[in-house]
């Protein structure tokens, strides 16, 4: 069982940059893929990127590419999701979400947190 919880999101103007941290309960994070997933409202929720339980293995979507990067401190029990560059359209409500399968798709993930709110303002 992991218990997740999001902080950092807040509102920001565009080109502007947030960190968001992922802190998880549990002494065997380390054996999870951790993911980001956002979600706007009257949209669907979107691959943001994820993370392998190493850290070695890493992947985003198309939209956050070159922007985004995440990152992982096992020891601290805490992955983060570095946003740069940010976009009006990055605005949505942003959630991590831990699992045992490297995938994009919101069904594998077994544990979630709350989510954390980020405004982007043009």
């Known amino acids: 069982q992991v218990q997740l919880a999001e902080s950092g999101g807040g509102l920001v103007k565009a080109g502007d940059s947030l960190r968001l941290s992922c802190a998880a309960s549990?002494?065997?994070?380390?054996?999870?893929?951790v993911a980001w997933f956002r979600q706007a409202p009257g949209k669907e929720r979107e691959f943001v990127g994820r993370i392998s339980g190493s850290g070695g293995s890493i992947t985003y979507g198309d939209s956050v590419k070159g922007r985004f990067t995440i990152s992982r401190d096992n020891a601290e029990n805490t992955v983060y999701l570095q946003m740069n560059i940010l976009k009006p359209e990055d605005t949505a409500r942003y959630y991590c979400?831990?699992?045992?399968?490297?995938?994009?798709?919101?069904?594998?993930?077994?544990?979630w947190g709350q989510g954390t709110q980020v405004t982007v303002s043009s």
């Open positions: 979400a831990a699992g045992g399968v490297y995938s994009t798709r919101p069904s594998v993930y077994a544990f």
């Open positions: 549990g002494r065997t994070f380390n054996i999870y893929v």
